[in-house]
């Protein structure tokens, strides 16, 4: 067995040391409730503020106050509050109609079969090799579409979505509507400005850039707030400006803070690493693999491969049992055992999609961890085949 390998880095991360050391001394010397006003309670609402500020940085924003971060439970959560805050924030004339992909997250596409039972009209554009497609787009921006929400980064395949384009050409269409992106996985990777990206609402993870899981993150344009087009949809306290009750998770802010602070100082260098890992896996790759690379932009950091013939649980198992963590598509789904919508939405078969996995590097992964997956990748084809 080989030393511990993991390459499944965009199902979550591990906790860096300077994020987990300033969660810790939230946990163990600011431990104070942010909404009380003794000193204790200050000192906490203080640090809150500063991990705010390091996370709007981090997306690229240069005037903070041109919207607000609101802290949620996961990325999961800020997706949700996206898609529902938006859709119950007023009552339409006619039938609402929203516009998303065929290969999103269950985080937005889930809310939305949701909202599809309370007649909003969901249309999911196509996203064959990874690219929208943008003459289904156009055709669909009618007067009464009202959200459009599209990923950055696919998280299967890594393909990267031309969100800017499809923003711009929905405002010009529909002047009011609001634009959503789930940034999760190219947070800190790639420019997430929102102004940059025509969006409206900006989805982020923490456990995907070495935070703790538990903590995620919404950024609303003020524009969207001064006209009360998203609504809050946790209630209670009032905390976040009354857009997300609850008490703080001030740990896990202020190591989201951190872990957005070091990654985006060393931004340009980790995508580098990741880029040349990315060459070295797919020179060592055994005979037979075949890898999936979308046909415009892409993320290196995901590395979509199919495996004819071998069951992707059976293949991760065999890998697992070597040291070497992957994973079949998304981590959200990988114990269900379906078909990958997201993968048969690029365009693979049922049979290559069920045979299909992910590798997500990190900046923390090495090239002779990539060729140690590649000799063991190469010994579980033999005899898996061999069991068939």
Not at 156 to 182: I, M, S
Not at 239 to 246: A, D, K
Not at 300 to 319: D, Y
């Amino acid at each position: 067995m080989t030393d511990s390998i993991y390459f499944d880095n965009s199902a979550t991360t591990p906790v860096s040391e300077r994020a987990a050391r300033k969660a810790l001394e939230a946990m163990t010397q600011t431990w104070g409730n942010p909404s009380s006003v003794h000193g204790k309670g200050v000192e906490a609402e203080r640090m809150v503020a500063e991990a705010r500020a390091r996370v709007i940085r981090a997306l690229g924003i240069k005037n903070p106050r041109s919207g607000s971060l609101f802290f949620t439970g996961s990325g999961t959560e800020a997706d949700n509050m996206a898609v529902t805050g938006v859709l119950q924030a007023k009552t339409f004339r006619g039938t609402p109609r929203v516009i998303t992909t065929d290969s999103e997250h269950p985080a937005v596409l889930n809310p939305l079969r949701e909202a599809e039972l309370r007649g909003v009209e969901v249309i999911r554009l196509r996203t064959r090799g990874g690219v929208i497609d943008f003459d289904e787009l156009s055709q669909a921006l009618t007067p009464g579409t009202v959200l459009v929400s599209l990923m950055l980064v696919n998280n299967e395949t890594g393909a990267v979505y031309d969100v800017k384009r499809a923003f711009a050409l929905a405002k010009e269409r529909c002047p009011d509507v609001v634009t959503h992106c789930d940034a999760i996985q190219g947070f800190t990777k790639l420019d997430c400005d929102p102004k940059k990206l025509n969006a409206d609402l900006i989805s982020v993870s923490g456990h995907k850039i070495g935070a703790p899981k538990g903590i995620g993150a919404l950024f609303c344009d003020g524009t969207l707030l001064t006209k009360k087009r998203i609504v809050p949809i946790v209630f209670g306290g009032g905390q976040e400006n009354g857009y997300r009750s609850g008490t703080e998770n001030v740990p896990g802010i202020v190591a989201f803070g951190e872990a957005a602070l070091e990654r985006t100082e060393s931004r340009e260098e980790d995508y580098a690493c990741v880029s040349a890992l990315r060459r070295t896996l797919l020179e060592g790759l055994p005979h037979g693999v075949t890898v999936n690379t979308p046909r415009g932009d892409y993320l290196p950091h995901i590395v979509s491969i199919t495996v004819p013939g071998i069951k992707s649980e059976v293949l991760v198992r065999a890998l697992s049992a070597e040291g070497i963590y992957l994973s079949a598509g998304s981590a959200c789904s990988s114990k269900k055992l379906k078909t990958s919508a997201a993968l048969t939405a690029f365009g693979l078969a049922p049979e290559d999609a069920d045979s299909t996995v992910r590798v997500s590097l990190s900046h923390r992964n090495t090239a002779e961890e990539t060729a140690i997956f590649c000799r063991a990748l190469a010994s579980a084809m033999t005899r898996l085949a061999r069991k068939r």
